[in-house]
């Protein structure tokens, strides 16, 4: 058996190269402060060797040679004295770096807490703006609305006035006479507002996604059409009114029948689709003290041309009698 104590021992290197965990490559390099303490502690370290080498020349050498072990003793003590002091020295510089990165991460956090509050109150203040002037633009289409049909009342206003003052249907039958034989007036009433033509315009029906269309739209659709057909760049509807019961009808006021005619055909053929022209409305009246033969003939039938011959001495549109 072999002996132990004389074996040789052989450790192989681990080829493996992940085996050993290795620092890395980069130099940690000091800061300002750090380098410029380790200075003048090396300056230091370097004038307290310098002085004591020339204290140790001015030593006889008998003193020298006495006291070798204690020169060394003394010299030893005061190179670790002064590495522990550069190194105590560069610990406290480390600590109040980091003490002073932590205060400067804290107000950079500060910062950007700031920053980011501005920002939401900057998004805010924007909002309202945008607010402020969408509801601007609401209240001068409204106000540019109520102007025009302040200005439509007025000239309608304008025009009854124009018309003459109103008269009953009493009125009309005491000042012009009945003459069943004679087809002449004897005397021309002025025309009743009543009895006036107008093209009624519904707009109720149409598709709630569109615009609906205001007296004014009306107008100038009605009077470019009606000017660029009658070759009168001057023409003016007579007035465009609302319908003060039911704010979806407009009223437009003609002149005279031909007038009428070409309005409601270009009311019908060039406003928006579902955009409906009413018929004119008719009204039932009751005429007494009229005589029996001047409407029905020898056989009790409505004469042929009462309706046309009421009309024109009553300036109003007759279109049935019973």
Not at 48 to 54: M, V
Not at 115 to 139: G, N, P
């Amino acid at each position: 058996m072999a002996d132990p104590i004389g074996a040789e021992i052989v450790v192989e290197q681990d080829d493996a190269p992940f085996s050993t965990p290795k620092r890395p490559s980069r130099m940690v390099r000091p800061t300002s402060k750090v380098r410029d303490t380790a200075r003048q502690l090396e300056d230091t370290a370097k004038e307290t060797r310098k002085t004591t080498r020339q204290t140790t020349r001015n030593v006889p050498a008998e003193e020298q040679i006495d006291r070798p072990t204690e020169t060394r003793k003394s010299s030893g003590g005061g190179s670790s004295s002064d590495g522990r002091a550069m190194l105590q020295k560069a610990l406290d510089l480390l600590a109040e770096s980091r003490r002073e990165t932590k205060r400067l991460q804290e107000a950079l956090k500060e910062q950007m807490e700031m920053t980011r509050e501005l920002k939401e109150a900057v998004a805010k203040q924007e909002e309202t703006v945008h607010e402020m002037s969408k509801q601007m633009v609401e209240i001068k289409d409204q106000m540019t609305e109520e102007l025009q049909r302040v200005r439509e009342q007025l000239e309608t206003i304008v025009t009854n006035a124009m018309d003459g003052p109103q008269r009953s249907y009493a009125d009309v039958t005491r000042l012009t006479p009945f003459l069943p034989h004679n087809d002449s007036r004897t005397l021309a009433a002025p025309p009743n507002p009543t009895d006036m033509l107008y093209c009624t315009i519904d707009v109720s029906r149409l598709e709630e996604d569109e615009a609906r269309l205001s007296a004014g739209t009306i107008r100038a659709t009605v009077e470019n059409e009606v000017r660029s057909e009658l070759d009168n760049p001057t023409w003016r509807c007579r007035a465009v009114t609302k319908d003060p019961k039911n704010p979806h009808r407009v009223r437009i006021t003609c002149r005279d029948k031909s007038e009428h005619k070409i309005v409601k055909r270009i009311a019908e053929t060039k406003l928006a689709p579902g955009a409906r022209i009413l018929r004119d409305n008719l009204y039932p009246i009751r005429v007494d003290n009229i005589s029996r033969i001047a409407v029905l003939d020898e056989k009790n039938e409505v004469r042929t041309k009462i309706t046309e011959m009421l009309s024109r001495e009553n300036n109003t549109e007759v279109t049935k009698i019973a």
